[in-house]
């Protein structure tokens, strides 16, 4: 059982590595859009409103990534008493930082 869950908390591990890049990429692109934007906001006040630049310049400051927490392998690992039996005490306080830190991220996600 114990094992069941680390292997699932692993998988939880890569999947939000790639939600990580994910948003750092969408991250990247709405800063640099942001940046167009100001460089270019007088040209773009004196443009139809419904121009595809200007529709996809803005459109792209309204991108939304989220943190998706999924922390339920860990509750039930912890809950059960099975996080005592994992020898390393390195990962026990590697997993206990990162679901620490999911709050704290879903609450930024919330304020915006």
């Known amino acids: ?3 069941q869950a680390l ?3 692993s998988q939880n591990l890569k999947q939000n590595t790639h939600d990580l ?6 991250h990247t692109i709405m800063h640099k859009s942001i940046d167009w934007v100001l460089w270019n906001r007088n040209k773009l006040l004196s443009q139809d409103e419904y121009s595809l630049g200007n ?3 803005w459109g792209i400051l309204f991108i939304n990534p989220s943190f998706i927490d999924n922390k ?4 039930t690992l912890r809950k059960s ?4 039996l994992l020898k390393n005490d390195k ?9 620490m830190f999911h709050s704290i991220f879903k609450d930024m996600d919330d304020e915006f």
């Open 91 to 99: 990962v026990v306080r590697g997993l206990q930082s990162k679901y």
């Open 72 to 75: 339920e392998e860990y509750l």
């Open 55 to 57: 529709s996809f310049y």
């Open 81 to 84: 008493g099975l996080i005592e």
């Open 1 to 3: 059982m114990k094992n």
């Open 7 to 9: 292997n699932r908390i």
């Open 21 to 26: 890049k994910l948003n750092k990429n969408l």
